[in-house]
């Protein structure tokens, strides 16, 4: 068998464009037997090779350039090219390809449209064969991913064949494998030169409606010979416009309110948002983290993106009537006199919901639990997640044996045991009961998820799910898996528009290079799972695989962070720059006299009896038992929350913690004599202090190293890590880029295809106060408000003199500013949005319901799901209307409808 490959590609000088693949004669995916093509024409690349033995029916193969100058090498934006002749009876294959490049046809190829906006129907993807009698074929393949439910696509052309350009003769293609198309044609009596064109027609009646952008395709034919298969790789279909446009809604699970909850959203609760999405033209529906969280049994497990399992699903999440109804009548009655009594609550009562449903879960696994472990649903489930859920139901266990999350007090199972573990959920031992009930819980959380997704794909509507940055320290993963994890150290952020002082997530960082190892197989597994549910997810801060903010064990406050990775300065370079390094004024913290009473006012004599030792004349230092901010606030807090302590408690602890963080330069962890810089530092006595020529010396540091230094280094840490996640799955990835952001980001998003997200009160000019929705790239997601902010409500009462200017400069009105966000105003703002170039725009339920005077909440502070600044948050916040009552509201469900349709956003 001979293969003829000819492939379309622009090149620049020194380049060579190489083929490799699955093939022995294609260098079996060893980059240094890759075969070179040879450029026959400007930008036409063509080889020749010759099959040995039994020729295969199916093979894969892809495209790279060299340069050969350099070496480097550059892919192709492709996952790996598929051949198949369905036979072997071909002797010759001519292969012709266009080379595939970034852009905004691969977005839409992702499951988010492929598999739910798009999907086809049986009848688009019945069984692809090739003409079986055939002796040559010419065999036609696009990529068509924009191509409606109510589509279908058709090539007409110039030869009989082809329908001689009679629209009502043309063919249609095959979608079995969309969203590629195929057709396949008898070759005999073709033309040498075939004119044609791909065109949309209307299944229903057969009519044309958009011709494919540009001119006419044409195929020479003049290498056909006998036994041919002749295999056109169009490339993407040329839409005539790529301005692609959805709409969507956010709301967290817990959030959702219906007649059928048991106190909290459910995972069977989405159909009915999936309902009304369908009415009022939404397309996608995004919400935070479903993975389990149980920790401490208390409200602070209400935190979803501090997870003990990123594969395990949040029993909070179950709807516990559809896994059985319990034997006992009265506990049954009892429990659905709960449902009632917990529907009536404004809230969620996390701990109380949670306490029930496991009950009940328990009360009922008894009941059931023989005859489902023997099923054959069950085995399978087990069969395909036990790598996870074994680890997973031990930790469960033991925890709950134990007490506590924290598994360095479980006595022998303090560290993974594979040998332990293995006894421990032995279908023998006395704790097998106990564990196999979170097999059964975990069972019935996929299976109702499932169920929600399966019916939101039937109507066209994808759900975006949420991957947090970081893992709980107290977590399953971290038992299980130590190794890939910094434990001295805690993610956070630096200081922005959220928290003045920084935020801290306590999670652990990643090691990185021990990820790498296995080309990030913890992240593909993850990302694998997750695929199972959503089309679409959100990288919670993507700027944590370019760095991340990491604060050192004995910090609270994220202002003692640094970057990780980063480049921190020598002491040789800090002399070369004119600081030379005075260890105790600029790394220990700065403590003067003059300025504790402006910190702790009338309580300055006692901290200074108390908590500081006088080392010379108003030079203070902190007593050693309160030398760190973790020693002072564990001091004060103990085991409960700083919410707790009386103010004079307060006062004193933050002023400490302030103390603590009185420095310039805090020392690179391993590295003698490194350094970073302390962000805010000018927020600081120590800074405001010095004399004028320090100060600008450390200004000029400053700027180096948050703005300049580690530009390309970033740049070089995120292109490591991003291939192996994305190529993971086919879903489509939103990334949320917020906070000081390297100049690198958006280059490397695009690179990747990830969308952006757009908030009009965040700026990514620091020049600018508001971003305006009109200048929203296309390839982003624009939204009104996060979960981290205050609705548009909320947010217009928060500072009159900046929504002031809002008001006249960004909704072009004049006069005096509203006191209130009234409804008609915040209609504005969603139709701004939903007007912005951007591919997605996606609005917090609260906002939309905010245009309708009969509909929002009365309680505008109420609708604010968190608060950044706060890591004790009650994460509690639950729809006032239920879906029942929304899925009525006819008169609001038209005006959501309309402002999408007449926005163009409406996708059919």
């Not at 069984?127 to 991913?145: D, G, Q, R, T």
Request: aromatic letters at 14%; one cysteine or more; hydrophobic letters at 35%.
């Amino acid at each position: 068998m001979i293969i003829t490959i000819e492939c379309y590609c622009p090149s620049q000088w020194g380049q060579n464009l190489f083929v490799i693949g699955s093939l022995k004669e294609l260098g079996s995916w060893d980059d240094s037997k890759a075969i070179a093509l040879n450029c026959i024409a400007p930008n036409k690349w063509k080889t020749e090779i010759k099959l040995t033995g039994t020729a295969e029916k199916t093979f894969s193969y892809k495209f790279f350039l060299k340069d050969e100058s350099s070496g480097f090498i550059q892919w192709e934006f492709v996952k790996d090219r598929e051949f198949s002749d369905g036979s072997a009876r071909f002797e010759n294959i001519h292969i012709k390809d266009i080379w595939s490049y970034p852009g905004v046809q691969h977005v839409w190829k992702t499951s988010a449209f492929s598999d739910v906006i798009f999907k086809r129907d049986n009848e688009d993807v019945k069984p692809y064969v090739l003409p079986a009698k055939a002796e040559s074929i010419i065999e036609f393949k696009i990529n068509a991913p924009r191509v409606g439910r109510n589509q279908q696509l058709a090539i007409v052309g110039s030869c009989k064949e082809l329908g001689s350009w009679n629209e009502k003769k043309a063919l249609l293609l095959n979608a079995s494998d969309f969203p590629v198309w195929k057709l396949a044609i008898n070759a005999a009596h073709l033309p040498k030169l075939i004119e044609y064109k791909y065109f949309l027609l209307d299944k229903k009646t057969r009519e044309l409606t958009v011709w494919e952008a540009q001119g006419n395709r044409f195929v020479y034919l003049d290498d056909v010979f006998e036994k041919s298969h002749y295999h056109i790789n169009e490339g993407l279909f040329r839409y005539p416009n790529d301005d692609l446009k959805g709409a969507g809604v956010s709301l967290p699970v817990f959030s959702i309110r219906t007649n059928d909850s048991f106190g909290v959203g459910e995972f069977s609760d989405l159909t009915k948002l999936v309902d009304w999405s369908v009415k009022t033209g939404l397309k996608m529906i995004q919400v935070l983290p479903v993975n389990d969280t149980i920790s401490t049994n208390s409200f602070l497990d209400s935190y979803p993106y501090k997870a003990i399992s990123v594969f395990a699903l949040h029993p909070l999440y179950i709807n516990i009537f559809k896994v059985g109804i319990l034997k006992d009548e009265k506990l049954a009655t009892e429990y659905k006199k709960l449902q009632k009594d917990l529907n009536k609550k404004p809230d969620v009562d996390y701990e109380l919901v949670l306490k029930l449903k496991v009950n009940y879960l328990k009360t009922l696994f008894k009941e059931k639990k023989n005859t489902f472990l023997k099923s054959k649903a069950f085995t399978e489930f087990f069969k395909n997640n036990s790598s996870w859920l074994i680890p997973y139901a031990a930790f469960s266990f033991l925890r709950d044996e134990y007490g506590t999350s924290d598994f360095s007090k479980w006595g022998e199972y303090k560290k993974y045991s594979a040998a332990k573990i293995k006894k421990l959920i032995d279908t023998k031992s006395k704790e097998y009961e106990s564990i196999s009930f979170w097999y059964f819980v975990q069972f019935y959380l996929d299976k109702q998820l499932k169920e929600a997704v399966s019916y939101s794909k039937n109507k066209g509507v994808a759900f975006k799910g949420d991957i947090p940055i970081g893992i709980s320290r107290y977590s399953v993963d971290a038992w299980y898996e130590p190794r890939l994890y910094h434990f001295d150290g805690q993610a956070g952020a630096p200081p922005d528009d959220f928290s003045e002082d920084g935020q801290n997530w306590g999670f652990p960082t990643y090691n990185w290079k021990e990820m790498a190892k296995d080309n990030y197989q913890w992240w593909r597994g993850r990302l694998t799972k997750m695929a199972e549910y959503f089309d679409a997810y959100r990288i919670d801060h993507i700027l944590g695989f370019f760095r991340i903010w990491e604060i050192p064990f004995h910090a609270v406050q994220g202002i003692l962070g640094h970057f990780r990775p980063d480049l921190p300065f020598s002491a040789h370079e800090l002399e070369s720059k004119g600081v030379w390094v005075d260890y105790n004024r600029f790394c220990k913290p700065y403590i003067r006299g003059h300025f504790l009473y402006d910190i702790f006012n009338s309580y300055t004599e006692e901290v200074i009896e108390k908590y500081l030792v006088e080392k010379e004349y108003n030079i203070f230092e902190l007593r050693e038992s309160y030398a760190t901010q973790r020693k002072i606030y564990d001091f004060f807090v103990g085991e409960g929350g700083p919410e707790d302590l009386k103010e004079k408690e307060k006062t004193i602890m933050w002023g400490l913690v302030r103390l603590a963080a009185e420095v310039l330069l805090l020392p690179a962890d391993g590295l003698t004599d490194n350094y970073h810089p302390r962000i805010s530092m000018h927020d600081t006595y120590s800074f405001k202090e010095l004399d004028d020529v320090r100060k600008e010396r450390f200004n000029e540091l400053y700027i180096d190293y948050f703005y300049r230094r580690h530009e390309e280094f970033w740049k070089q840490q995120a292109l490591e890590k991003l291939p192996a996640l994305v190529d993971a799955t086919n879903m489509l990835v939103c990334g949320e880029d917020l906070g000081m952001i390297p100049a690198s980001v958006p280059e490397v998003m695009n690179q990747f295809n990830i969308l952006s997200l757009e908030i009009q009160r965040m700026p990514k000019d620091p020049k600018k106060t508001f971003a305006h929705p009109a200048d929203a790239p296309y390839m982003s997601v624009c939204t009104t408000s996060t979960h981290d902010m205050s609705t548009i409500r909320g947010w217009w009462e928060e500072s009159r003199d900046e929504m002031q200017v809002f008001y006249k400069e960004q909704m072009g009105n004049w006069g005096e500013m509203p006191y209130f966000a009234e409804p008609w105003l915040c209609k504005e703002i969603i139709v701004q949005h939903l007007h912005s170039p951007a591919m997605w725009t996606i609005f917090p339920i609260q906002d939309l319901l905010a245009m309708d005077e009969k509909l929002r909440s009365k309680d505008t502070n109420g609708e604010r799901i968190n608060d950044p600044a706060n890591p004790r948050h009650y994460w509690k916040y639950r729809l006032h209307v239920s879906m029942e009552e929304l899925l009525k509201a006819n008169d609001f469900n038209k005006l959501v409808e309309n402002i999408v349709s007449e926005s163009g956003r409406k996708i059919d």
